[in-house]
């Protein structure tokens, strides 16, 4: 994980990285039909020079609904008026996304309840049935 956030800060992917603008739908009222602000980033996650095989494989598992048949890594951005707002803002999903396919998962340690909270529980049943119990008329 360290090796990843090392490559990202020394910003070994943006060479590998392209744009391609297009007028947005976002907000922006006229400025949205003269001016580009969508900001689509591509990455060639089978080309990439950056990433080990291993990492690809994680990354094609993971991210499998972002990624084209062809092996691209797609990321857009249309939320800002203009388009280096929105390339930065694809830039640091991109990297988001690279992060977050790489982590590992925690494993999960399966755990007891203590004793206290056993007995927490029994005292709140018995109470409640206690509770039930006095309901009611007794002749």
Known sequence: MQKIRNRI?????????????????????QNVNKVETKVQLSFDL?????????????????????????????????????????KELAIKKFYGLIQK???????RKPTKP???????RLKAKKSQAEKKANRGWKA
Do not use: H, M, Y
Request: no cysteine; net charge positive; charged share 35%.
């Open 9 to 29: 800060e020394n910003g070994d992917f943006l060479p590998e990285l392209t744009f391609q603008t297009s007028r947005s739908s976002g907000p922006g009222g």
């Open 101 to 107: 396919g790489l982590e590992k998962k925690k494993a």
């Open 46 to 86: 089978k080309a990439s020079q950056n990433l080990s095989e291993e990492e690809k494989e994680v990354l094609f598992k993971k991210l499998k609904n972002k990624i084209t048949e062809e092996g691209i890594l797609q990321v857009q951005s249309q939320e800002k008026r203009s388009q280096l707002q929105n």
């Open 114 to 120: 203590g004793k206290g909270a056993i007995e927490k």
